[in-house]
């Protein structure tokens, strides 16, 4: 065997491509019938050599395949939204916001905007493609403010865009009656506590609310992350909520609404559940 043939058998590498792109394969010394049929058997990535011509000189042709990367194509889709936009949490004299009234701010530096930004940082962090609509929904009037929420769905829907999970993002109202503490120990701080609500849309006819959600499914992705948020801290998920409104969960599979903590939790209190939530969310989508 000559030289260059020698020098062309013996050529090899291993090729690692960027992070996000499934690793190639590298075949040396086959001829290209060779390398199809492998290709075609494997489906992998395949970087081959030339064999040479006739006068032993190879021809300068490579063939490189990729294939679309794993990472990307099962990242989980998430719309973080919230109907009532300003609410917000217990005052801080050392750092107070200015309210629209008794609870609520318009800037989204203080309300449940805030927190939404940080669950959107965290499921990003792992790996999730996150939309965070922060529209002011309340304006003009609380009252139509789901109109006003729908409105938004509805147009993303229309526009193709499609999610594995709709959060709705609120806070609640604190009641007197409330069962267990306010909010429960994690870490060296303490966190507010969470509920997820799932609306049935029964008794809706009458307001014209004639498509009615698959509140099954929702109360099914709904109970896993609650377990999910109790199995890292106990007590931070109180049970889920069911009831007979819709709160725009008819749009689609997957359409949740979440309570971080009440007016009586402070900010921190609120933000400090999201790492939780976050993980929760994770587990949910990807039993």
Known sequence: ???????????????????????????CGQRPEAVSALAQE??????ALPTPTADHTPEPVFRITVLESQTQAQAKRVLIYHTHTYEAYQQDPQDPYEETETW????????????GEELAGLLRG??????????????PTLSDAYARSLDMLERRREAGETYDLYIDLHRDAYIESQAGPNA?????????RLMLLIGRGEGQTAQ???QRPDWEANLSIAQAITDALNAQASGLCRDVAVKSGRYNQHVAVGCVLIEVGNNRNTLSQALAAMPYLA???DQALHP
């Open 1 to 27: 065997m000559r030289d260059n043939e020698w020098a062309h058998r013996a050529l090899a590498c291993l090729v690692a491509l960027a992070m996000g792109i499934t690793a190639g394969a590298l075949l």
């Open 42 to 47: 494997s489906q992998a990535n395949l970087f």
């Open 104 to 115: 609520r701010t318009a800037d989204n530096a203080y309300n449940v905007v805030r927190v």
């Open 126 to 139: 792992l790996g999730m493609e996150v939309v965070h609509d922060v529209t002011a929904f309340e304006p």
């Open 184 to 192: 429960v120990s994690v870490g060296d701080g303490e966190a507010a």
């Open 208 to 210: 014209g609310f004639d």
């Open 279 to 281: 993980d929760a969310i």
